[in-house]
């Protein structure tokens, strides 16, 4: 047996049980077993990299292992619940809504589409957006209100057709 090897077999049998202690008091059983392999797998590869005393060293890496572990399993979650939302509507309804809207849009004075792509798109608040269009938070708000509500009647399903406004200043005017 090698000195490495040696001074792993000890590190390992000095601290595997509180470690996997550790990880089932942070993660349960199930995932235990996996998160300690990991850890002692680490501890190997960067031996001399682990100081003595060795526990806080190794409690460490398994943070570290047990973290990393839930981001990929919460991406898997996300991934599969994105992935339930398309098989279980229907697309073409999706599709349908979705062009509806773009085409609503369409037909809105470019500073409406503007407020509204500020807000819903690029997730500014009313605030930002305002410092964006150059207006007051207050004045921002307003005409957010005005956009949303053209938009609606744009969506409506109406055989009317209603006078394009190229801008607000002229609705204003």
């Not at 049980?17 to 995932?31: D, E, I, L």
């Amino acid at each position: 047996m090698t000195e490495d090897s040696h001074r792993f077999t000890g590190i390992y049998d000095e601290c595997r049980q509180r470690v996997w202690a550790y990880v089932v008091s942070r993660a349960g059983r199930q995932v235990a077993d996996e998160v300690v392999s990991e850890t002692f797998a680490v501890a190997w590869r960067r031996l001399d990299d682990v100081p003595e005393p060795a526990l806080p060293w190794l409690l460490g890496v398994a943070r570290n292992v047990l973290r990393d572990n839930i981001r990929a399993e919460t991406r898997r979650e996300a991934l599969n619940a994105e992935l339930r939302a398309w098989t279980e509507g229907d697309v073409a309804d999706q599709v349908t809504e979705r062009l509806g809207v773009l085409r609503a849009l369409a037909e809105l004075p470019e500073d409406d589409r503007e407020i509204l792509i500020l807000i819903a798109w690029q997730g500014l608040s009313p605030k930002d957006a305002a410092l964006v269009v150059g207006c007051s938070a207050a004045a921002f708000r307003v005409r957010l209100h005005r956009a949303r509500k053209r938009l609606k009647q744009a969506m409506e399903p109406t055989g009317r057709s209603r006078p394009r406004v190229k801008n607000l200043s002229e609705e204003w005017s």
